[in-house]
């Protein structure tokens, strides 16, 4: 995990709940959730976008060092769920085949 303070009250973490267990990634989960109810500013990566569904406000897609699209979490799913928004804006068949997993 990767704390940066910035100018303000601001966090940047870097994919804070990769390889993290479940009562740790509560943990943090809620230090997170009152740091931002006291007004301050969390900015993360994550490719865990239940997580980004169930406690971002706004959120931006960026591949390639691009914004693909930002904006309040409902409308960038677009009514869809934030998984499957992921796959479409990133152009990817989510039934490719695995063969090279073999």
Same mark, same amino acid.
């Given at each position: ?8 009250? /601001? ?6 709940? /990769? +390889? ?6 509560? #943990? ?9 109810? +006291? ?5 993360? #990566? #994550? ?15 960026? +591949?390639?060092?691009?914004? =693909? ?12 769920? =934030? ?14 085949? =695995?063969?090279? =997993?073999?």
């Amino acid at each position: 995990m990767r704390w940066r303070c910035c100018t303000g009250p /601001e966090y940047s973490l870097d994919e804070p709940f /990769e +390889a993290i267990d479940p009562v740790s990634a509560r #943990s943090i989960e809620q230090v997170l959730t009152q740091y931002v109810d +006291a007004g301050g500013t969390v900015v993360m #990566s #994550s490719h865990i976008m239940e997580f980004v569904e169930r406690t971002c406000r706004r959120m931006a897609v960026v +591949a390639e060092g691009r914004v =693909l699209l930002e904006g309040p979490v409902e409308q960038v799913a677009a009514g869809t769920t =934030l998984n499957e928004r992921f796959v479409e804006l990133m152009g990817a068949d989510p039934v490719r085949p =695995l063969e090279w =997993l073999a």
